[in-house]
């Protein structure tokens, strides 16, 4: 394709559809490391640039630094106009800078001269990175970046409710179907009974620290009664040698004293046995 001729007037105006801008952030994002390309599609009259949808610049050659436009992307492009957008005209192209910033580079200038020459085409930059974005066009036969842009909802003036039936949308649909990734973690629907019993056993587990910190605190802060035996004779407590030492000596008195008196024969009489004697006595009939 050949360069046009260019705008011998100012800055053309520019109002971009917010969709086509989510459509070019979302392809951007997609390839964060090389730049995407695709082409803008709309209608421009007396200076004004009306941007109504984007199509992607599939088979393009991306590369970190630069992308560009093979012929197979082309006959996408043109496929895709003419089946869908047939009353419609390219009105520019869009590419991302990941990590570069808003500007156009030499091999930029370079396809818009050659392949978007009209006076009312425009190049839309996006960074996926920083999100910053901006938009370049002809201005008295120079590249210039446009500094009269709107972005405008065609959705605007609908009341609450109208255009949303409830149902998920395409995109949502999508990306239910992409599969998680290695590194991500999945997360399944909560049940309440896992809630319940995982709120039981916490309650419980919490019970049981907090009345062992009480008891601890309880041994340590209050007296403890201590009973121990102590000596009848003196008051002074009894280790467990004296203890020892009272209970031998005990053993062995009661039964040597026995002993002793069985060994000496002693057969002293006793005076409750005389006793019985005069009782017996007195008893019997005179």
Known sequence: MTAK?????GQPSLVVDNEVVRQIRQ???????????GVLIG?????????????????????????????DTWEHIYKVKDKEFPERRIVGW???????????????????????????????????????EGCFGWSDGQIERLSRI???????GQRPGEGNNGEP?????????????????????????DDSLRELVTTFFSHLVVLF???LLSWYLFPRVVVMPVDPQTGQPLSDMDLNIKNSDQHDSAP???????ANGSTEPSSNTDEVHEKRDNAKPR
């Open 150 to 156: 709107a972005v405008v909802d065609r959705r605007g």
């Open 5 to 9: 001729s260019k705008s011998t007037g």
């Open 256 to 262: 040597g004293s026995s002993q002793n008196s069985q």
């Open 27 to 37: 392809h951007a994002r997609s390839s964060p490391k090389t730049e995407i390309c």
């Open 169 to 193: 949308s395409l995109a949502a649909e999508k990306a239910a179907e992409v599969p998680h990734k290695a590194n991500s973690t999945e997360r399944l629907p909560r049940n309440p009974s």
């Open 43 to 71: 209608q421009e009259r007396n200076g004004l640039v009306e941007v109504e949808a984007a199509i992607t610049g599939l088979n393009a050659e991306e590369a970190g630094a630069h992308v560009t436009f093979t012929q």
């Open 213 to 215: 910190l009480g008891f």
């Open 94 to 132: 869009y590419h991302s800078h990941p990590g570069f910033g808003v500007f156009l580079s030499e091999h930029d200038t370079f396809i818009h001269k050659n392949f978007f020459g009209s006076p009312g085409q425009v190049a839309w930059v996006f960074d996926p990175l920083s999100d910053e």
